[in-house]
């Protein structure tokens, strides 16, 4: 009963391509006596493939973004966006998003690439949609701030994130900053709504 009840809490069940769906209410069992079939819920590999789609798609454009700021902006005058309040100014960042903790570079660098573990890890068990992309945003940034810090000077693992964009009156930052900013603040909204990354709800 425990598993039909989690399997009526996921709120999109996808169709397995043959036109029948997943009953929530099917016996456990409907093979040989004593014997259990398994639960197969269709659509993880699609859930996944929109994951690295959306991390592929916030890395490149990281990468990109980056690449242009050091060859067209860097060591040069600060250009105006929207007036004072937003400016695009190139710097170069040794601590975590948004210039928090300049002094502990080589241990921002091991947490990104403990996040990526986690986020790949966690992938295996993925059949959220909402999830997908907020894991996604959350992957795609952490590997472009982590490229900086392996292939960028000082040296390897000690590299500084290049940061350009410049708000009045706040830190410096860079698209890889706002896709982990915006992956978490979705995490947490789904977080609050009771939708895990296996797609069940718990209403606790």
């Known amino acids: 009963m425990a598993e039909a009840e989690r399997i009526i809490g996921t709120p999109d069940t996808p169709d397995d391509g043959g036109g029948q769906t997943a009953a929530a209410g099917a016996p456990a069992g409907s093979g040989a006596p ?3 079939a398994p639960a197969r819920r269709p659509g993880r ?3 996944i493939a929109v994951l690295f789609a959306v991390a592929a798609f916030a890395y490149a454009l990281d990468l990109i973004s980056k690449m242009l700021v050091v060859s067209r902006l860097e060591g040069r005058a600060p250009i105006r966006v929207v007036g004072d309040l937003l400016e695009l100014h190139a710097i170069r960042n040794p601590g975590a998003a948004f210039g928090f903790g300049a002094a502990f570079t080589v241990i921002f660098t091991l947490i990104a690439a403990a996040v990526i573990v986690v986020i790949i890890r966690l992938a295996r068990k993925l059949y959220s949609f909402p999830w997908a992309v907020a894991l996604g945003l959350l992957l795609g940034g952490a590997l472009g701030n982590l490229t900086d810090r392996i292939f960028r000077a000082p040296g390897v693992f000690e590299g500084e994130v290049v940061d350009f964009i410049a708000p009045k009156g706040f830190a410096v930052f860079n698209l890889a900053d706002s896709a982990i900013v915006c992956g978490g603040i979705l ?3 789904l977080s609050f709504r009771g939708l895990d990354p296996d797609g069940t709800v718990h209403k606790d």
Request: glycine share 22%; proline share 0%; net charge positive.
């Open 187 to 189: 995490i947490v909204l």
């Open 45 to 47: 590999g699609r859930r």
């Open 34 to 36: 004593g014997e259990q």
